[in-house]
């Protein structure tokens, strides 16, 4: 994969200006063009602006900002993004003025530069038709607010060149974009069915199925979202809706063009009036219509193989903000009564016909399932992908299957030389999940967790005793099951954004896939202890220090690293190493006198005052069974062999599942402090 080192942006209005905001916050260096200074200047104080802001949050400090801003410069000379690795258009959404940019960005760009459109309403191949670079042209569509809707669709063209996808893909990935891939079709895949699900609010309300505030109310409850169709008209514009309907209704016929009532409320440049009482009524028939026109639009556009279910469901999840993507929502209310939604509006509409998709499930009688695992080998390298960054790629019973299932494919092909997992998105993996422990504990299925660890233990002792060379990628967050996958590891390459952390006794459990193992045979029982008691993070630098990371690298120089550790081989990865010195502290805090201490509520001692005290509080909010599990386990592992150790670690999992402690914990995550019993 080739570096991305500079990027233009073409137009500093709403979308560029945000883009470009995006890349410098992510270290990449951006010029910003626009049609004269003032322009340009407006884009640069819109970013300003939304930077300030992030300083008001605490998202950034001001050094931050100016450390950003000196990565963005504006001109009003296309020969300022001539050596830009990437070009992206924001330009009027005007096919004549899209046309004619392009026409001039392919004269003033180097050979290399990929040229790319955030068009909404065009082919790609409008444009990349109009340049002598047709395989170095794809379209980049962007979410608002760009720099902080992290959905990007890449859409390959025909003739767009599998190196151009590649590192468009690597663009995305180098601004913490999650790259769904899209086939260049009309509305590509999120505002395929996001814009029937606008016209449709506003012909259900022509056909007085049933009023705003109603129809509003279904939306809301049918996709669990905060703002209904008429809102976010409103908040986004009308002309916007009426417009993407009309492109859409041209290209794809009747179904998707715009009603007669949302054409004139364009007109009329008026917002809907929201106000008004809920006729609970007529709830259900509106549901029934949003759900057949949403599911049967998102089912023919997989039919026509614009997208994958997986990545419709993550286009309308991270791009939408939905809290289920739309076959997921399938699954919940049931494929025949899907079916049955979708089949009544085929039979009132004659353009739209039922999905074949959906004909095949139904006969099939069971729900869709879904890929969360990738696997892509190349040059003797397996890449297993988690791809559920919608979930920051967490842990559960499909995915841990899925996961196992990749992985004995990669080890049993004798094409592979090494195996390299990684997490799609912006995190490595942020644990296991744990709505999949609490429904066992409810269900009082405990055994069933210890199964399901047991199975990952076994699983994770295969990676690292595998013939081949495994390896993590961590290049972002990793939590708890996620730090212990990477830890199984025999070799982690890092970036600077990558970190490890166990959580677990703040909710009321122990590290129980072996993180606590593993921690201590790397740097030892005490400084294990105090990541574990503290569940303070550890950073890609410090895990680096600590001789956990093998390679710190900056993320265009991944493959550099991964092919450097290839050609070494296989390392001693617990070889005995020195800490440095300025660990000696926190292993302190470790230490068997302080452990005691900490258990009993008492501020560690023969360490700086202020770490002490710190300690001592944040180990105070932690379950203190757990606690005292992890320490009683991590001082019987050592000098154990593996497959008795882990024994140790299992041993005792039903106990502490079993406590009140790990239900209120683990029930109370994302949600508030849990409040520790002892019990
Ligand atoms: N707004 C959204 O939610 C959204 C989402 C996805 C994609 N898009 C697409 O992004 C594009 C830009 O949308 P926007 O909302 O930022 O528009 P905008 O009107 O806010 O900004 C467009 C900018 O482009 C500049 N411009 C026009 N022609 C130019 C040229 N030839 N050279 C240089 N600069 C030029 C204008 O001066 C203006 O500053 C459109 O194609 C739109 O469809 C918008």
Redesign the pocket.
């Known amino acids: 994969m080739s570096q991305i080192s500079k990027v233009g942006v073409?137009?500093?209005?709403?979308?560029?200006s945000g883009i470009a905001q995006k890349f410098a916050q992510e270290g990449i260096n951006v010029v910003m063009?626009?049609?004269n200074d003032e322009?340009v200047q407006r884009g640069i104080n819109t970013i300003e602006k939304m930077l300030q802001e992030g300083v008001e949050r605490k998202i950034f400090t001001p050094g931050q900002v100016d450390d950003i801003l000196s990565r963005v410069t504006g001109s009003t000379d296309y020969a300022a993004v001539a050596d830009a690795d990437l070009v992206i258009e924001?330009?009027?959404?005007d096919k004549g003025?899209k046309s004619e940019?392009f026409k001039k960005l392919d004269q003033a760009c180097n050979e290399k530069t990929i040229l790319a459109t955030?068009?909404?309403s065009f082919y790609v191949r409008d444009f990349a038709d109009q340049t002598t670079r047709p395989d170095r042209f794809i379209g980049l569509?962007?979410?608002?607010h760009p720099a902080k809707n992290r959905l990007l669709e890449v859409i390959p063209y025909e003739k767009t060149s599998p190196a151009t996808l590649e590192k468009s893909l690597l663009a995305a990935k180098l601004h913490g974009k999650t790259a769904i891939v899209v086939k260049d079709a009309p509305g590509f895949a999120v505002n395929r069915f996001f814009v029937p699900f606008l016209n449709e609010a506003a012909r259900m309300l022509e056909e007085n199925l049933a009023d705003i505030p109603t129809i509003e109310e279904a939306a809301k409850r049918a996709f669990k979202i905060g703002m209904g169709p008429f809102m976010l008209m409103n908040v986004t514009g009308i002309p916007i809706a009426v417009h993407a309907a009309t492109t859409l209704g041209e290209e794809l016929g009747p179904f998707y063009a715009p009603c007669e009532l949302l054409k004139s409320q364009k007109e009329k440049g008026v917002n809907w009036v929201l106000d008004g009482d809920v006729d609970e009524s007529r709830i259900q028939p509106v549901t029934e219509r949003f759900y057949g026109v949403c599911l049967g639009v998102a089912a023919a556009l997989v039919d026509e193989g614009v997208a994958s279910i997986e990545d419709t469901d993550r286009g309308a999840k991270i791009g939408l903000r939905w809290i289920m993507g739309p076959f997921e929502i399938m699954n919940k209310i049931g494929i025949e009564a899907t079916y049955a939604a979708v089949d009544t509006v085929a039979r009132k509409y004659p353009d739209f016909k039922m999905p074949e998709i959906l004909s095949r499930q139904k006969a099939a009688g069971k729900p869709f399932s879904f890929n969360f695992v990738d696997l892509d080998v190349k040059n003797g390298v397996a890449n297993i992908t988690l791809n559920r960054p919608e979930a920051m790629n967490s842990l559960n019973e499909a995915v841990v299957t899925q996961l196992t299932a990749k992985f004995a494919e990669a080890e049993s092909n004798p094409a592979v030389k090494a195996i390299v997992f990684q997490g799609a998105g912006k995190a490595f993996v942020a644990g296991a999940d744990i709505r999949y422990f609490v429904n066992k504990i409810k269900a009082d299925k405990i055994p069933d967790i210890v199964d399901f660890t047991r199975k990952g233990h076994e699983f994770l002792l295969q990676i690292e005793n595998c013939s081949k060379l495994t390896i993590a990628l961590l290049d972002g967050l990793s939590l708890g099951g996620g730090s212990e996958l990477a830890l199984a590891c025999q070799a982690i390459v890092a970036t600077p954004s990558g970190s490890m952390g166990f959580p677990e006794t703040g909710i009321g459990i122990y590290p129980g896939l072996g993180g606590m193992l593993r921690l201590a045979r790397h740097v030892g029982p005490a400084l294990a202890k105090y990541y574990v008691f503290t569940g303070m993070p550890i950073s890609a630098e410090n895990a680096h220090a600590l001789g956990i990371v093998n390679r710190l690298v900056a993320p265009v120089e991944i493959d550099g690293a991964l092919d450097d550790l290839m050609a070494q081989g296989k390392t001693d990865k617990y070889r005995r190493r020195d800490i440095p010195a300025r660990f000696e502290a926190l292993a302190a805090l470790g230490s068997p006198e302080n452990v005691s201490r900490l258990l009993s509520g008492k501020p560690p001692e023969g360490v700086d005052k202020a770490l002490a005290a710190k300690t001592a509080k944040i180990v105070g909010y932690k379950a203190p069974l757990a606690l005292q599990a992890a320490n009683a386990i991590i001082d019987q592992q050592i000098g154990k062999p593996m497959p008795e150790a882990v024994e140790i670690e299992l041993g005792r999992l039903h106990e502490i599942f079993s406590t009140a402690d790990a239900l209120e914990g683990l029930s109370s995550v994302g949600r508030r402090r849990p409040e520790f019993k002892g019990s």
């Open positions: 073409i137009g500093a209005g709403n979308m560029g063009v626009d049609m322009f924001a330009v009027f959404e003025v940019l955030n068009t909404s569509h962007y979410f608002y």
